[in-house]
């Protein structure tokens, strides 16, 4: 805190000289929180990983579909073999021995040291950027608005418009041509 701002008893802002609003895209449809709370069973079926998965969204306790590449199960599968992980285990188990799974927290540490490894400013990336990828690339693509609407499992198509950060006009043309 700043002497000015001390000396007024006021509080600096939480979200002084942080960069705001939308960040660009990673890769991930998840959630953060529903990311780290995945258990080995969700992505687990017989004896590998899935190619798809489906879990139930914490925030608005809708199930969402999501696809999981080839390269990613390796990893998964060697990572559940490594951490000898059970089937009812969390997918990433914290290290401490009060939380049963990785926190968010730690999950946004942990993309902020891989952004900053491939010489990129963290401050411009952030965990829910990753859910925005798969998305984006889709709409960028297709233009296919109810297919992105659907793979986030948002009700509202004006929510998936906001989301994607696209003109209005633009979204509302697109939508026009593709109702049935």
Same mark, same amino acid.
């Given at each position: 805190?700043?002497?000015?701002?001390?000396?007024?008893?006021?509080?600096? +802002?939480?979200?002084?000289?942080?960069?705001?609003?939308?960040?660009?895209?990673?890769?991930?449809?998840?959630?953060?929180?529903?990311?780290?709370?995945?258990?080995?069973?969700?992505?687990?079926?017989?004896?590998?990983?899935?190619?798809?998965?489906?879990?139930?969204?914490?925030?608005?306790?809708?199930?969402?579909?999501?696809?999981?590449?080839?390269?990613?199960?390796?990893?998964?599968?060697?990572?559940?073999?490594?951490?000898?992980?059970? +089937?009812?285990?969390?997918?990433?188990?914290?290290?401490?021995?009060?939380? +049963?799974?990785?926190?968010?927290?730690?999950?946004?540490?942990?993309?902020?040291?891989?952004?900053?490894?491939?010489?990129?400013?963290?401050?411009?990336?952030?965990?829910?950027?990753?859910?925005?990828?798969?998305?984006?690339?889709?709409?960028?693509?297709?233009?296919?608005?109810?297919?992105?609407?659907?793979?986030?499992?948002?009700?509202?198509?004006?929510?998936?418009?906001?989301?994607?950060?696209?003109?209005?006009?633009?979204?509302?043309?697109?939508?026009?041509?593709?109702?049935?």
């Amino acid at each position: 805190m700043d002497t000015n701002t001390k000396a007024k008893g006021r509080v600096a +802002p939480w979200n002084k000289g942080k960069l705001l609003g939308q960040k660009p895209p990673l890769n991930s449809k998840l959630r953060g929180c529903d990311l780290v709370g995945l258990r080995v069973h969700d992505v687990f079926h017989g004896s590998q990983v899935a190619a798809r998965a489906i879990v139930m969204q914490k925030k608005t306790q809708r199930p969402v579909q999501f696809e999981i590449t080839e390269q990613t199960r390796d990893a998964v599968a060697a990572w559940m073999t490594m951490a000898h992980l059970k +089937p009812e285990q969390f997918l990433f188990p914290s290290c401490l021995s009060e939380s +049963p799974h990785l926190s968010t927290r730690q999950y946004s540490r942990i993309v902020a040291s891989w952004v900053a490894s491939i010489g990129l400013d963290p401050a411009a990336y952030g965990t829910h950027s990753m859910r925005r990828t798969k998305p984006t690339l889709i709409y960028r693509r297709t233009k296919n608005l109810r297919a992105v609407q659907l793979l986030l499992g948002h009700t509202k198509l004006e929510s998936t418009v906001r989301y994607l950060g696209i003109e209005v006009d633009d979204a509302l043309e697109i939508a026009e041509q593709t109702e049935v």
